[in-house]
């Protein structure tokens, strides 16, 4: 995840940027530093879900998936991770709130000092329901807007779920619950990308996240419609632009973004062009970041306890917490592609090898290059900037994934 609003306010407005050690960590909902001994973890506890995305990873669907871990198990688990060092857990599926025992979970999570999220489609949440989420008292509960309301409940494959999902947001807002809103962009429903954000400051959900595609699960199928690198620049500028204008007027408004790391390079070609003096203070900031966690800093146990690299990798398998500890497993670097993507710099080829920001991308998104090119440490054909920009010479034509065009949304339910 890149945290475009907070690099930006450190060049706009300091004064006002959380410290990142510490106790001011900023207001609730503010994750803590995540360079620790243990990384972020993303635990998709259910593979059920009531509804079937056309961009899953997960693949998921509204039958139940044998061999899941019992309460048992995961509170084994989470003893492991505490002691391990693990900052943040972000419960999610399919659809978490189906799994019975969640509740008891997140309680147990919370009592224990994780900062604790909660990643829902939002169609589950009523009034009742609200009171329950809000009850755990989640740092943070992000829902996916795939569009308005038409785009949404296609890609959702469920009519009404838009409306649905944004009364969640607004029923969990009213209880005090720091909530967010998903975004995951392709070339169907770029157009809706400044609505969404124009909706998450009229109605106070104080995060936007825009997701890139990634190439798994049925995203993977449907990679097609990966919005153009031109449509991705437009959607960055537009970020950039609100995120500032938020800054200056003191409005609530966290612009982050995930799954291409080129967007910290982009943000920092950005304020070399409008606050050069600035420029070399943020580098440093951002080489820290180091771009990527995959593997690092960011990583995925799944509904039947397999641990992976993050969410995107579920066919690439490290061990499974049923079997051994999660701290043995995440320590163990026999696994040769586990090993390539802790070593720094990664060993990447390419025009992701001869940039001059490989510093500070980590070399992005290794899974798009290993399934488009079967090679994960090719160049990542979903990286947006020129050539010129990264440094490197022209070497002929680039890999890119063609979109779909002049497909109507009805054709791809």
């Known amino acids: 995840m890149f945290r475009l609003s907070h690099y930006l306010r450190t060049v706009i407005a300091p004064e006002s940027a959380p410290r990142a050690h510490g106790k001011a960590l900023g207001p609730k909902g503010t994750a803590p530093p995540i360079r620790m001994t243990g990384p972020v973890v993303i635990w998709n506890l259910i593979r059920r879900c009531n509804l079937t995305c056309l961009h899953c ?70 009034a009742e329901m609200a009171k329950k ?151 440093r900031q951002l080489v820290r970041w180091g771009g990527n966690a995959s593997g690092v800093n960011v990583a995925n146990i799944d509904n039947l306890g397999q641990v992976h690299p993050d969410t995107m990798w579920w066919h690439h398998t490290l061990g499974n917490v049923k079997e051994r500890k999660f701290s043995d497993i995440w320590t163990d670097l026999s696994d040769p592609i586990f090993a390539g993507l802790k070593q720094r710099p990664r060993a990447v080829t390419g025009r992701c090898g001869a940039c001059a920001h490989l510093d500070i991308c980590g070399g992005n998104t290794r899974i798009r290059a290993l399934k488009v090119t079967g090679d994960p440490w090719a160049e990542d054909p979903g990286c947006y900037l020129t050539d010129a920009e990264i440094g490197v010479a022209q070497s002929g034509p680039r890999v890119e994934v063609t979109p779909f065009r002049g497909v109507k949304h009805e054709a791809v339910v």
Request: contains cysteine.
């Open 57 to 126: 990873y997960s693949i998921s669907g509204d039958v139940d998936f044998p061999g899941e871990l019992s309460t048992r198990e995961v509170f084994s688990t989470l003893d492991d991770l505490k002691a391990f060092g693990v900052p943040v857990l972000i419960l999610s599926g399919g659809e978490p709130l189906l799994r019975r025992d969640v509740f008891d979970i997140a309680k147990r999570a919370k009592e224990m000092g994780f900062f604790l999220c909660l990643s829902t489609n939002g169609t589950l949440i009523d």
């Open 133 to 283: 989420v809000a009850a755990v008292d989640f740092d943070y509960v992000g829902i996916s807007l795939d569009g308005l309301a038409e785009t949404h409940d296609v890609v959702r494959r469920k009519q009404g779920a838009f409306d649905q999902s944004v009364h969640a947001l607004r029923l969990l807002r009213d209880l005090d619950v720091k909530v967010g809103v998903r975004f995951t962009m392709t070339q169907d429903n770029e157009r809706h990308l400044e609505p969404l954000i124009d909706l998450c400051e009229e109605e106070r959900f104080p995060k936007f996240y825009l997701s890139h595609l990634v190439y798994a699960g049925r995203g993977n199928k449907n990679r097609g419609r990966d919005s153009e690198w031109a449509a991705t620049r437009r959607a960055m500028d537009l970020l950039i632009r609100r995120a500032e204008s938020a800054i200056r007027d003191g409005r609530e408004l966290e612009v982050v973004t995930g799954n291409n790391d080129a967007d910290g390079v982009y943000l920092l070609q950005w304020v070399e062009s409008h606050y050069p003096e600035k420029a070399a203070a943020l580098r």
